[in-house]
């Protein structure tokens, strides 16, 4: 199975503000959050998901934090 990567333009309505977000946000879309766009309710979960995640990692303590490095990517990891 194929899965199309989409764009603004080719994007179904719903998704096309989510995607304009995205690239000003980061100055391109990833193609997961391409992918993604097929379902706007698929896209806004995935969205809303990351987002939580990211202020829930700008809270965490850095006593409570342990980096974990994997190669090129370092990610980081609570025991919790």
């Given at each position: 199975m ?11 309505e ?9 690239e ?18 698929a896209?806004a ?8 995640i990211e202020?829930?990692?700008?809270h ?9 490095s ?11």
């Amino acid at each position: 199975m194929k899965f199309a990567l989409h764009t603004q333009d080719s994007a179904p309505e719903e998704s096309k503000p989510l995607l304009a977000q995205v690239e000003a946000a980061f100055g391109f879309v990833p193609n997961l959050t391409a992918t993604l766009a097929e379902s706007p309710a698929a896209l806004a979960g995935h969205l809303q998901l990351s987002s939580a995640i990211e202020q829930q990692a700008r809270h965490r303590r850095p006593s409570n934090q342990e980096t974990v490095s994997r190669g090129p990517i370092a990610t980081t990891y609570s025991g919790h």
